[in-house]
């Protein structure tokens, strides 16, 4: 006998019987992570740690725009700071950004 399960990652709250094949299962999101897992509340868990971790990297990713961009108005702007498009398009072979 196979198993076969259907799941919604994140917002179904019942487990169900598939309307197409009464034979596929299609779990609630939490049934899902509790198999997947074996914690009872593994989605709730993962959640706050994901938006934890999306609020501290939030901070570092900022830091990295301004660093990205910064290397590419160097490398690729005009004497205002304009990115040039044509130089994107063509950009010149070698180059390194001074660091």
Request: no cysteine; hydrophobic share 45%; glycine share 8%.
């Amino acid at each position: 006998m196979v198993e076969l399960y259907v799941a919604v990652l994140h917002g179904r709250r019942t487990t169900a019987p598939s309307g197409a094949d009464p034979n596929i299962i299609k779990l609630a999101s939490d049934a899902f992570w509790e198999k997947v897992s074996g914690i009872l509340d593994f989605r709730a868990r993962l959640l706050k740690a994901s938006t934890i971790l999306a609020s501290l990297l939030a901070g570092r990713a900022a830091t990295e725009v301004a660093r990205i961009k910064a290397e590419a108005t160097e490398i690729f702007g005009d004497a205002q700071g304009n990115l040039r498009l044509d130089v994107l398009a063509n950009p010149p072979a070698g180059r390194q950004p001074r660091r």
